[in-house]
């Protein structure tokens, strides 16, 4: 059911107690017109997704939504949106506590002490029409739990603060710093959306695993983002451009 809270100018929120995956439910939204600031939130999730069809478990008590958009740009724009959303959840954190110690990691992952707090997941149309030309954009930010054993060693803001949040509460910041986000790069381009997320980044000469398919990888460090968003790090080779794939900090 659609609800008004009090989210920014122009978003409209959809409340779920639970649903399949928020991105599912706003991509079928996206292709029947749901316009453009249509937010899909679930209190949790029976089938939520990460990067690379990855499974997000999703219990209750953390936060999980998708936000439909349409911006009127170019495709080869797009990928410069899974840049905000991390913003935005860095604004998010240090609203909440300055003392938090987080970082960005390529592309799209927010770490508090070098574990994953928060992953973000893009979906688009086929831009071959004008009602084609849609982007939803997945958060899932983990609140009151994290899952053990993963990949990324994980962290929640509860496990982080001792605090415990009111979802509602912590939704509407997060939308309200992604709306600041996504007017800043709506008018000024992607350079000061670059400059923001460098300033937070995993620091130039950090080590780190690039894992473009399953068996070809590309070690190296980290050298910064172009004015694009590729990640650039320097091999042995020489510099490298990477436009997609997995990142790993090079731990030794």
């Known amino acids: ?8 100018e122009g978003l409209t929120l959809f409340h779920f107690k639970t649903l399949d995956s928020t991105n599912k439910t706003a991509v079928e939204m996206a292709r029947t017109n749901a316009s453009s600031g249509t937010v899909v939130w679930a209190e949790s999730q029976k089938n939520g997704k990460g990067r690379n069809n990855r499974t997000w478990i999703s219990e209750f008590g953390n936060l999980y939504s998708s936000i439909i958009l349409r911006p009127q740009l170019s495709i080869e724009h797009i990928s410069q949106l899974t840049f905000i959303a991390p913003l935005a959840i860095g604004d998010l954190i240090e609203h909440i506590d300055s003392n938090i110690d987080y970082s960005f990691k390529w592309p799209n992952d927010v770490l508090v002490a070098g574990r994953k707090i928060c992953g973000i997941l893009l979906q688009s149309g086929s831009w071959e029409k004008t009602d084609d030309k849609w982007i939803v954009l997945g958060c899932g930010l983990n609140l009151a739990s994290f899952p053990p054993n993963t990949e990324t060693p994980a962290t929640s803001l509860f496990e982080e603060t001792n605090r415990s949040f009111v979802l509602e509460e912590v939704l509407i910041s997060y939308y309200t710093f992604f709306s600041k986000w996504y007017d800043i790069w709506l008018k000024n381009g992607f350079l000061s959306i670059r400059k923001a997320w460098l300033d937070k980044s995993h620091p130039v000469g950090q080590p780190l695993v690039t894992q473009i398919t399953s068996d070809k990888k590309i070690c190296g460090q980290f050298l910064g983002i172009d004015d694009n968003g590729a ?3 320097v091999t042995k080779k020489g510099e490298v451009k ?4 997995e990142v790993f900090i090079d731990r030794g």
């Open 231 to 233: 990640l650039l790090i």
């Open 1 to 8: 059911m659609s609800i008004t809270k009090e989210l920014p």
């Open 242 to 245: 990477i436009n997609a794939g």
